[in-house]
């Protein structure tokens, strides 16, 4: 922990070599972060590509910039993820262009998971790679998409098929951004930081049971407490498999086979992603229970878990041979079963590739 005028900062290192980067959590951060990051105050000129709704916290970001002279070039892009396309990304590249951007040009990411992964994109992409800063704004992206490197977007026949690994050189939460966040958006955030506790860290699990009310309040010393250890899980896993190979970055798939089925068949936008995850957490704990992996206790406080934070805890009414078959697409193992990350205890997964499609349609729901 470090201090600054009168805010606590929390930090948490990404420990990849070179590529290692701070994420800074607190309050009040936003105007100064040239002096709290040392790499981020040599660029010569920032790129701020910003989510429309957050334009008020992108001026008091570009202020501090400003003030240390460091010249803003600022865009505004729609919200929704439809911009995560190569148009977005073509019109990003012409006004890099037209700002005269160079390899010292810093692009600095402002918003939720789309901006992340679009501005990221293109900072991969652009003059061979621009360094990225990360100024996440949805709970979502504070604790997964501003966190690992993963950059891209949509092809109209994929999800993130075009992408690349470009790790940023920083990572700015400053909750106070989070006063404006739609309750729906909040919670759906909510959904992933349970995983957390779910795949690896049973206290985080038992510290978001106790805390359940005071969290969906907002608090500010909760949120800080469990942000900070839903990057350091994230963290942990990715410095350990950066580029996906070892097979433990998998992990964090948990809940999301399910989940990607529920997106692609129920349509984008239905649920949000958290609230699929929700719903394919409990379908994951349901197969791990007819397996005989978990008690019936474990599923059952994750359910309670998820109730409290006003989540999805069913399936949703869906064609369970459509579900399968986005899952076969997904995840298919080499002896045609499914592959699936399933908990083994709380705060413990493993991944089986022996799943077969009768356990999965004995988990969905039986009304199609
Ligand atoms: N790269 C990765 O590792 C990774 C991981 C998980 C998800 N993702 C991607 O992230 C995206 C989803 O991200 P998301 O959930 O942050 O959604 P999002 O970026 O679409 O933001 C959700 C909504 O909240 C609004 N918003 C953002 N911050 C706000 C604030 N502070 N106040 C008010 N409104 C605000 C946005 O305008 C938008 O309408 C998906 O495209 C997904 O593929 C990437
Ligand atoms: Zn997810």
Redesign the pocket.
Known sequence: MTQTSNNTIDKVRVNLGPRSYDILIGQGLLANLPSLFSNVGKATAIFAVC????QA?ASLVAKGFQNQNINVTHVVVP???NQ?CLDSAAKLYDQLVDSHADRKTMVLAL???????LA?FVAATFNRGLNLFMV???L??MV??SV?G???INHPKG??LIGAFHQPVGVAIDID??K???DR?YR??LAEIVKYGMIMDADLFSFLESNAAGILARKPELLIKIIRRSCECKAQIVSQDEREETGLRAILNFGHTFAHAFETIGGYGKW???EAVAAGMVCANKVSLNRGLIDESIANRMVALLKAFKLPTDPPELSSAALLEVMRNDKKSVRGSLRFILATKLGAVSLFDDVTEENVKGVLSPLN
């Open positions: 989510d429309e709704h957050v916290q919200s929704g993820e995560k918003g939720g998971g789309v901006i992340g992964d990221g996440p704004t949805t979502l992206s997964d998409s690992g993963k950059v891209g999800k993130n951004v989070l404006s966040l739609p958006e759906s955030g949000l992603h958290g």
